[in-house]
């Protein structure tokens, strides 16, 4: 089992900039793991915003964050993270972090893919 806890979620302006945090915990080897970010605003479909490999070489973006997002993790301390530059209204949603059991390199956009999930953080961008 893999327990994922998010934070830095808030209300902030658009053009402001925010981190989102996700810890790991539970028996399941973290490295072992592909991390992603996705989001669902309300009455959307959840959507992916970033994925990193199990080693952290490799990184991909949805297109609607390509340029302005930056997810990185920290395998020694079972971080993930989401930087979040150039805000806008559109980010608006909540964010889960989810875990992918993957030791090749490849990073899924499909939600089905991801076994573990958080319990989300709330981001929300005003005008």
């Known amino acids: 089992q893999m327990q994922l806890v998010e934070s830095g979620g808030g209300l902030v302006q658009a053009g402001a900039s925010l981190t989102l945090s996700c810890a790991a915990s539970?028996?399941?080897?973290?490295?072992?793991?592909?991390m992603a970010w996705f989001r669902q605003a309300p009455g959307k479909e959840r959507e992916f915003a970033a994925g990193?490999?199990?080693?952290?070489?490799?990184?991909f973006y949805g297109d609607s964050v390509e340029g302005r997002f930056f997810i990185s993790r920290d395998n020694d301390k079972k971080m993930v993270y989401l930087q979040m530059n150039n805000l806008q209204p559109d980010d608006t949603a909540v964010y889960y972090c989810?875990?992918?059991?993957?030791?090749?390199?490849?990073?899924?956009?499909?939600?089905?893919?991801?076994?573990?999930w958080g319990q989300g953080t709330q981001v929300t961008v005003s005008s």
């Open positions: 989810a875990a992918d059991y993957r030791l090749n390199q490849i990073i899924s956009r499909s939600h089905l893919e991801y076994e573990y």
């Open positions: 539970g028996r399941r080897s973290f490295s072992s793991f592909a």
């Open positions: 990193i490999s199990w080693s952290g070489g490799r990184a």
